[in-house]
């Protein structure tokens, strides 16, 4: 998805400032003086390291938890859970492993003083994980405008609607949107479509994803037989089913083909008919 891109791009620009920032904290010198010192450059590597190892860190956690809690519909379990996993741990795992890189490079020369642990670098790694911590929510504000722009543009009157389309093409295919440009998507590319800030997401087999220019309640109702609307914000494609768990709810959980993390729920009022149609197919 675009805000993966522009995050991966983004993390080049700031995991190093945040690498320079915490290297010039506590040194008595500016940087630059410290050029010479074959030290300086393995304690900057080590910075530059573990910033990437947070932020990959922070970015897997974000993306695991859009998949499972989202913002609009479950924001205080959201926020708690996000609190913990990108902020508390992530502080956690910053401060072993500079402690671990300080004994293990230095050994005997490095001196743990707890109080300075506590009282400069504790402070100092919440707020470089703060400001990535922020990056990734202004991020998200962005696809979530981008996402909204991409609905507007969907309620206005297209030149080339699809029923102007030929018969055989409309039958097997669905029109995608990049910006004011459309293409055609085919429906069995797609493994399952779900409803994401107002608008219809296509999941391909390939891993990628595309927005649709339909709403969900209509592709429910015109897509074939083998598309099943697993629960009010997601539709599967049948043939790309491979199995399922049952929980003691009720509900279902299923398991696709093709390597997937999307979790993907049958609710409980629709599994029985989920199973019926699955055993017809």
Same mark, same amino acid.
């Given at each position: ?56 860190? +922070? ?71 703060? +400001? ?60 399952? +479509? ?88």
């Amino acid at each position: 998805m675009k805000k993966t891109i522009y995050l991966d791009r983004l993390k080049y620009i700031v995991v190093p400032i945040q690498a320079l920032v915490f290297l010039q904290v506590g040194r008595p010198l500016p940087l630059w003086d410290y050029l010479g010192q074959r030290d300086f450059y393995f304690d900057l590597i080590f910075a530059l390291l573990i910033g990437y190892i947070v932020w990959t860190y +922070i970015q897997y956690s974000y993306q695991l938890l859009d998949r499972r809690l989202s913002w609009g519909t479950h924001f205080t379990r959201r926020l708690a859970y996000q609190s913990l996993l990108s902020g508390f741990l992530t502080i956690f795992l910053l401060l072993a492993l500079y402690v671990g890189y300080m004994e293990l490079y230095y050994g005997d020369n490095f001196r743990l003083e707890k109080s300075l642990i506590f009282q400069v670098d504790l402070l100092l790694a919440a707020l470089l994980i703060l +400001i990535q911590n922020l990056v990734f929510v202004v991020a998200t504000l962005f696809n979530k405008y981008q996402m909204a722009s991409v609905r507007e543009s969907l309620e206005q009157p297209m030149e080339a609607p699809e029923a102007s389309l030929p018969s055989s093409l409309a039958s097997s295919k669905l029109l995608v949107a990049n910006g004011s440009r459309y293409t055609l998507l085919d429906r069995d590319e797609m493994q399952f +479509i779900r409803l994401q800030n107002g608008v219809s997401v296509a999941y391909l087999k390939d891993g990628t994803s595309s927005v649709l220019n339909t709403p969900l309640n209509s592709l429910d109702e015109t897509l074939p037989d083998y598309f099943f609307r697993v629960n009010r914000t997601t539709i599967v494609n049948l043939r790309e089913v491979k199995g399922f768990e049952a929980e003691k709810s009720g509900k279902l959980i299923l398991r696709l083909h093709s390597d997937n993390a999307e979790e993907i729920i049958v609710s409980q009022n629709r599994s029985v008919d989920f199973k019926n149609r699955l055993v017809t197919l």
